[in-house]
């Protein structure tokens, strides 16, 4: 008697997939791909340079396809498609579930959905077309409509024999959807609870009759949040009058944290977190291209600022060498004040009740460390140029930038997010911009003040 | 008959509470309290300000005390710790189960870590001293030993049976484990075959044997890839000899994800992902200070590059004007690339094995990218100054910056996760140097070589 393989450690999986593309044999990439589950097939194409990528595509068997190009992030999917076959992909769809067909039509370019739609029965195209109507960012976007419903009034024993002849289960079914007559939601029934009874008890007597439903409009950020703090594992959708439309399940939850906390991390960057980390040079290049021309006029504007005291500069040239570190201190404070208020705004723990106390405590931060750092800096540089006058103006400077910093820190990102924009995108452009011109304007401006 | 409640958005859940603590009713904020789960508890104290957050804390009954506390961040945590009754503290382990309780003494400070160790009665005391001896960073460290197991030899009817004598079940029982008379792991058995088969039918019939358990000794990153690739809900975890030692469950996993996003993004800010939002503004200050002033010394460094040229720009004052978008569109550029590189490694997309290809096409894109803007500069440069000679200079110094720049973000990180450094917390703050000091030697270096 053998025991079962321990879960293998997947941390080494993109290199074993490597290892083997690398030996070329067609029948071991068969293997491989053969014992990957569709979400760690798509984990490996997303990190595989397009001419492996390509590789491993080809030996990927039709009914599988599906399943990995819904799990792929946007941009490695499109550069999977145009490598995919339309036969297979037609054959494929009609290998899925209505559910996963919907998921995988979302990601589908337009001619190619009228011609896979084309192919898909009546029966299932009035179901796709009803699940695609919802909208994408919302829960009725999310949720499956395979759902196992039961009334109140009957026993355990009933609602067991009913699984019985029924043969299975929607995935993730942690407790049994208890409906009326009218399909309108009147509660749960936890699975634990079925197992755990005497079958001769009521549903209606064990049911949680507290337990409530989605409404299918939640956007699905809040959905994620209700899922990680109530710890739900699936939750039944409602239409507005009470009627059950589907189910959400934990699996898809997970997916959206990912999703989110990439959002933020990637999108400071300028980036998209629905980006093929090996897209091609140049479609690379031009999308990033967008990103530096802004902070080209950011750079260009401080630059301006310089120019304004360029007389000041001619006469003493240690402000040109001292002025980037009252600019730079100034952003990386604000960037971390920044980054606190972004992810507070994306968790939604920062709002409008309490921007107010900690838009002062971060400036109370800013004003505490403006003038530890601005004595060292003022002592430093009034020996480096043995002169103490140029030393305590850098001081005054950069306390100046550091509260000022603060103040953009949570002003910038609040006010973007109440007019709709993403803080997380267009705050740290916006922030460099205030500490660049204030640091260069307060250094340069006192100088031109006190010195000449 | 009514139709329950819909789910409350969750998105105005920290708003409600600030507004109930404004009115002051005791009587509303205990209300309040009482209607929140655990998490959205935390969720809500972790974005109050100390004196609100105080306020609130005071109403929370002593018996649901603990479960918030293995909620809320590590420094919110110790902040309420601070201000609670030391023997609410101690009922409130005595009202939790182990498992609970092995959190909570996580997060337990040393002196009152022993009280609570001390009130707690041998058998638990063993229980619980046995999990906190795992790594907390590991399976060990996460899973429950709240575990029900049964035999392969017995009928599912047997197995119905002693689920309702038992009474209960383990949370988010998605599978029962089967095991041999040693304990050994012999398979799972979904409580969907259970639910969907025939009571004669025999466990070992219809169990899943290909499946596997998780080793106890898996790092925390890996089993939350795990979960999320392969959709689980819950998994045995297994020690060395294949015996049952607890089992781990999808909640546990979601909160890691959440986590270890957070730190990517937290610590390229140089801030913890365990930190408290309202944190005295002392104490902040002084976490602050240290990143300031590890940044203050690359400013340094890249100050004393600007004075090496200190005789050139005194000629040529229009340097001094332009050299600070060389260096700002170096840091730009790399930081882009490092976000990518630093969330690749997070997620396990990036290792040796494709580094080198990311690497070659990140200078790629950092060299046509550079060709583009450097036109661009050199044209608004050299009209700008009525010096042709400037604008080329200067783009030719952002040309090798970017490059540089392009390098070290994919350089940087892969070795810092080489040799076991944080590349998230490090990385920029290199970068930042290399890019600084790269685009300040090229550009004035260029200039003194070719326009004096």
Chains 1, 2 share one sequence.
Not at 73 to 88: A, F, H, M, P, Q
Not at 176 to 184: A, N, T, Y
Not at 220 to 243: M, N, T, W
């Amino acid at each position: 008697m053998t025991s079962p393989a321990k879960l293998e450690n997947t941390e080494h999986l993109l290199d074993r997939a490597t290892e083997v593309l690398a030996k070329d044999s067609l029948i071991e990439i068969r293997n491989l791909v053969r014992s990957l589950y569709p979400a760690e097939a798509a984990h490996i194409l997303e990190s595989l340079e397009p001419e492996q990528r390509a590789k491993l595509w080809a030996v990927v068997p039709p009914s599988v396809i599906g399943e990995i190009l819904v799990e792929v992030n946007v941009e490695v999917g499109s550069s999977l498609l145009k490598i995919t076959d339309r036969k297979d992909l037609i054959a494929a769809t009609e290998s899925m579930g209505a559910d996963g067909m919907v998921d995988l039509l979302h990601v589908l370019p337009e001619p190619l959905l009228s011609q896979v739609m084309e192919s898909i029965g009546v029966h299932n195209r009035n179901r796709i077309e009803k699940a695609l109507s919802y909208d994408e960012h919302t829960v009725g976007g999310l949720m499956s409509d395979d759902v196992l419903t039961i009334r109140a009034d009957v026993t355990l024993d009933v609602v067991t024999r009913y699984l019985r002849l029924r043969g299975n289960m929607p995935t993730a079914t942690d407790s049994l959807i208890v409906v009326d007559r009218k399909d309108q939601f009147q509660g749960l029934l936890p699975i634990n609870q079925l197992l755990t009874h005497d079958p001769h008890t009521k549903v209606e007597s064990i049911m949680d009759a507290r337990s409530s439903g989605i409404p299918y409009n939640m956007s699905s950020r809040d959905v994620a949040g209700l899922f990680e703090r109530r710890k739900l594992l699936s939750a039944p959708v409602l239409a507005d009058d009470g009627k059950v439309l589907g189910r959400i399940t934990i699996d898809d939850v997970v997916g959206l944290i990912r999703e989110e906390a990439n959002h933020s991390l990637m999108s400071m960057a300028g980036l998209s977190e629905e980006q093929d980390m090996f897209a091609p040079v140049f479609s690379s290049a031009k999308r990033r291209a967008l990103w530096l021309g802004v902070n080209l006029l950011t750079a260009f504007l401080a630059a301006s600022v310089i120019d304004l005291f360029e007389a000041t500069i001619q006469q003493i040239v240690a402000l040109a060498v001292l002025m980037p570190i009252v600019a730079s201190m100034g952003g990386i404070a604000g960037s971390q004040t920044l980054t606190l208020v972004v992810r507070g705004l994306a968790l939604r723990q920062v709002t409008t009740s309490n921007a107010m106390s900690l838009l002062f405590k971060e400036v109370s931060v800013g004003l505490l460390n403006g003038l530890v750092w601005a004595a060292v800096v003022a002592v430093v540089a009034g020996l480096w140029f043995h002169n103490p006058h140029i030393g305590l103006l850098l001081g005054v400077a950069m306390l100046i930038n550091l509260v000022c910093a603060a103040l953009s820190g949570v002003a910038i990102p609040v006010l973007l997010d109440k007019i709709g924009v993403d803080p997380a995108l267009a705050g740290g452009v916006l922030l460099t911009t205030v500490t660049d011109v204030v640091g260069f304007m307060a250094f340069l401006g006192l100088a031109t003040l006190f010195l000449l």
